[in-house]
């Protein structure tokens, strides 16, 4: 049907306008292909990648307010890596030398929200660490309960089946009336259990079941010594007391007071130069086979106070307070480096 033969110089016209069409089309695909690269590589737009946000803790129960209760980024401190290395190879040489059999490290600066974690899923059981918490449902509920600090109860005589403590100070003495304040002290400075299981015998559960719902934890069962905890989910309470976000500023100012005075010296601050305030917990745990020790503070170094939470399994306390003693010295050290240490004092107002 086409037959007609067509002239030769249409047909080099016809090559040379798809040559030159491909070429065309190729450049363009190359040209847009350089520059959607050099628009992810260009300093401008790295910029505006986006930064790691905040996870916001609100207590629920109000009808027309959500008061804040904790603030943390999402993502740990890159000014914080070098520690964390140091830490993390510390524990690792640790670890190989048989001197512990896991660890776990949560650094928190209260300057700016900065963290760290080293080996964040492992948890542990925390025993005595609890006692902070109780304290606290009791100083919640002293504020609507009126004279609930100054009731006395008699003691009336010490319970045999409590696990044995490698770490003791004073107890209780059978026979004496102690008030909930005298309580406490014994508790936490000198983490006796006999003064906790009176606490806990009268204790609201509902308001201690409430100071776990508030941090979004969930309540533990006190008779259920399978229950663990990890040192960041730990670490709130010590937050909640410092930013006095869930008691009033007298309660947590004198609840972190109680942990000032802890007569516990073995751990956090067993290293630290002398006069270093630190406001902290430990507890101890063992099964007659394996043993852990913890001990979790707020180390209040001028300009740059930061919250340190320590939880280790072992096979020999002392190793372990060894261990744990090893820790601390060395993040103290770093946060008050001229690396961490913030350029410019924190502006805080005096109490009135």
């Given amino acids: 049907m086409f037959t007609k033969k067509i002239p030769l110089y249409y047909t080099l016209l016809f090559v040379i306008a798809c040559s030159a069409g491909s070429y065309y089309i190729a450049t363009r695909m190359n040209k847009a292909t350089e520059d959607t690269e050099k628009k992810i590589t260009t300093p401008a737009t790295a910029a505006a990648q986006p930064e790691c946000v905040y996870g916001i803790t609100r207590l629920s129960g109000y009808r027309h307010i959500s008061p804040i209760m904790t603030a943390d980024q999402e993502c740990e401190s890159e000014k914080l890596m070098p520690l964390k290395l140091m830490l993390s190879n510390y524990v690792e040489h640790e670890q190989l030398a048989g001197n512990v059999i896991n660890a776990s490290v949560y650094v928190r600066r209260l300057v700016d929200d900065g963290w760290m974690n080293i080996n964040p899923r492992d948890v542990f059981h925390p025993a005595s660490l609890l006692k902070v918490p109780q304290m606290i449902a009791y100083l919640k509920k002293a504020e609507t309960d009126h004279g609930l600090l100054d009731r006395e109860y008699l003691f009336e005589k010490s319970y045999d089946d409590m696990p044995k403590q490698y770490y003791s100070a004073k107890t209780l003495q059978p026979g004496h009336k102690y008030s909930v304040r005298e309580l406490f002290r014994f508790m936490i400075v000198y983490s006796d259990n006999n003064a906790n299981i009176e606490l806990v015998n009268r204790m609201d559960m509902n308001v201690f079941n409430n100071t776990f719902k508030a941090l979004h934890l969930a309540p533990p069962n006190l008779t259920d010594y399978s229950y663990q905890i990890g040192t960041r989910d730990y670490s709130r309470f010590l937050e909640l007391l410092y930013n006095a976000s869930y008691l009033s500023m007298e309660a947590s100012e004198y609840a972190t007071e109680l942990l000032a005075n802890a007569a516990f010296k073995d751990g956090i601050v067993k290293k630290l130069p002398k006069n270093t305030g630190v406001a902290h917990k430990m507890g101890e745990w063992g099964d007659g086979n ?28 002392e190793k372990l307070s060894e261990l744990i003693g090893n820790i601390s010295l060395m993040t103290y050290e770093a946060m008050t480096s001229p690396d961490l240490k913030p350029h410019e004092a924190v502006a805080t107002t005096p109490a009135p």
């Fill in 290 to 317: 394996v043993v852990e020790l913890h001990d979790c503070g707020i180390v209040y170094v001028e300009g740059n106070p930061y919250i340190i939470t320590v939880m280790t399994r072992g096979k020999d306390m």
